[in-house]
């Protein structure tokens, strides 16, 4: 979702939290306007908190996503468990 990498956002600045939504919008209207995502049955956005204005606007996640099935989880550099727990729904969604 952001470009900007980042162990974690404790100890930001207002202006760096600035940069980082800035960036986010940018991503979300380029990802708006490829319609590329919108092919997917399942779509795994592992980015944590970045995800939070798709997971609450309907219509972005629609026209983001179309009907695909949303999994939100942390980054998939180390395991989450919460991901562990989707993974009947997410085969259920693809076959």
Request: charged content about 35%.
């Amino acid at each position: 979702m952001c470009e900007i990498c980042r162990p974690n956002d404790k100890n930001l600045t207002k202006e760096q939290h600035k940069e980082i939504e800035s960036n986010i919008r940018k991503r979300l209207d380029w990802m708006r306007e490829t319609n590329f995502f919108n092919q997917f049955k399942v779509v795994i956005l592992a980015c944590g908190p970045y995800a939070e204005a798709i997971k609450n606007d309907e219509v972005l996640r629609k026209d983001l996503f179309g009907e695909a099935f949303i999994v939100y989880c942390n980054q998939l550099t180390r395991w989450d468990k919460r991901l562990e727990n989707k993974i009947p729904d997410i085969q259920r969604n693809l076959y």
